[in-house]
């Protein structure tokens, strides 16, 4: 078990390898947080982050597959987009309107005419 220090953001691109001094900054933070806290036995990962060119969401039925409502590509905001993505996605279920405009998450905004 341990403790997780993350939190950067780097937009190097799909084939950048990680950049170590992000890890061994937060680290040095951790330690001047938790004192204790034992940096010597820790691992270093990273992950990708699902963002659309529009740098927007897509939330809305599937094209072709109406039963299917898509709500990903939040990147960085996933957690605090989420009580929105939500209620966006209840409306669409339950044909409940709501007061925000849908048209800039459809799925279908970056299909071909």
């Known amino acids: ?49 699902p963002s659309l060119p529009d740098h927007l969401p897509a939330i809305g039925p599937l094209p072709g597959h109406p039963n299917i409502i898509a709500a990903f ?7 605090t987009a989420a009580p929105m993505t939500g209620r966006l996605v209840s409306s669409l279920i339950t044909n409940t309107p709501i007061d925000v405009d849908r048209v800039p998450y459809r799925p279908e905004r970056f299909s071909q005419p």
């Not at 590509?73 to 957690?79: E, K, P």
């Open 1 to 49: 078990m341990g403790v997780r220090c993350a939190g950067t953001a780097e937009f190097g691109g799909l084939l950048a390898p990680p950049n170590p001094r992000r890890s061994a900054m937060l680290a040095t933070i951790g330690k001047q947080l938790l004192p204790n806290l034992n940096i010597k036995e820790s691992s270093d990962w990273m992950g990708y982050r």
């Open 73 to 79: 590509g939040h990147g960085h905001t996933g957690l």
